[in-house]
């Protein structure tokens, strides 16, 4: 399967604890994104790197969310001292170059804090 | 006011029907544009781009009104697994979706 992979799949936690989902992109897409999913809402965008560099972050993004791409290949969103209000599907998406060029999802990581 | 705001459904349609989903966006810069599907819990995928010129792919046929910044998709013939939730989306480098219009058609 040469698709967007995440894992895990899925992720139950305890509210304030430290989570980490990591996303490996379709090989030779440069561009890399995180959503954030919640129900009857669209996706809302995070973050995007091209290559390693994080060249944005939407205000969405808290200081507990950190994100990184090393080495331009996959990446990883951490969430710190997880919230009730964290629950919620992250989709990660990559595409080679920016717009027009649409982006391929992966299966998404669905996130339950209790 | 949303960057992209789109009809708010349910449409719930027979087998055979002809469905129109219309959406609009608010930024002038955007730079692309796309219909997506997404099926309950899962990922979103990318159903058509759609062109000023207007393009067709099969049943399905999208339109982009730049000038009034209006987006539609038209679905011909409806058959039961296009029954999904169908996401307007404008490409500023990010994706800019609508909440999703849902589609439900029954036999």
């Known amino acids: 399967d040469t698709g967007v992979s995440q894992n895990p799949r899925h992720k139950i936690t305890k509210r304030g604890q430290n989570v980490t989902f990591r996303c490996d992109p379709i090989s030779e897409h440069n561009r890399l994104y995180w959503y954030r999913q919640t129900l009857g809402q669209g996706p809302e965008f995070l973050t995007y790197f091209q290559n390693e560099a994080q060249l944005e972050k939407s205000r969405l993004l808290s200081d507990r969310f950190s994100a990184e791409r090393p080495k331009g290949s996959f990446s990883t969103l951490e969430i710190q001292r997880t919230e009730q209000g964290d629950s919620a599907m992250y989709l990660c998406a990559s595409s080679l170059g920016g717009a027009p060029r649409p982006q391929h999802f992966g299966d998404g990581t669905r996130l339950s804090i209790l | 006011r949303k960057e992209v705001e789109q009809d708010p459904g349910p449409f719930n349609v027979p087998e055979g029907a002809t469905v129109a989903f219309n959406c609009t966006y608010s930024?002038?810069?955007?730079?692309?544009f796309f219909w997506y599907r997404q099926d309950c819990r899962k990922e979103p995928k990318l159903l058509m781009s759609v062109y000023s010129s207007g393009n067709e792919d099969g049943r399905f046929t999208a339109q982009l009104n730049r000038a009034s910044q209006y987006i539609s998709l038209l679905i011909r013939d409806s058959k039961l697994s296009d029954s999904a939730t169908y996401l307007c989306?404008?490409?500023?480098?990010?994706?800019?979706f609508g909440t999703g219009t849902r589609l439900q058609v029954f036999p």
């Open positions: 989306v404008v490409n500023t480098d990010k994706l800019i």
């Open positions: 930024n002038s810069a955007s730079q692309s």
